[in-house]
């Protein structure tokens, strides 16, 4: 959960990855529950063994997306042809 509020208090979505190997192409894109694309958060990048990369909470259409439950799709490919899909879900919270 995260609530992009600019009160200082999680105000970014946090993606902490931890891999064995470094050799990693990967994707990340945040899906609405409709399937409807809202961000690409990284294309075609290379991972590292760690990271971190954040989410504000603006669309591709640099608009701040709507309060609700999102979907992170992460897509990793390797020059070995281990590829992988992982669907993470998340809350964009606001205020009450």
Do not use: H
């Not at 690409?40 to 609700?68: H, K, N």
């Amino acid at each position: 959960i995260f609530s992009p509020d600019g009160d200082g208090f999680q105000d970014n979505l946090i993606i902490r990855y931890q891999l064995g190997r470094g050799d990693r192409l990967a994707t990340m894109r945040i899906y609405d529950l409709n399937g409807q694309l809202v961000t690409t958060l990284r294309e075609g990048f290379v991972l590292g063994r760690e990271g971190l990369i954040r989410w504000d909470g603006v669309t591709d259409r640099g608009e701040r997306a709507s309060v609700g439950i999102y979907i992170l799709m992460v897509e990793t490919y390797s020059t070995g042809g281990a590829d992988e899909r992982f669907k993470i879900p998340f809350t964009l919270a606001g205020r009450l």
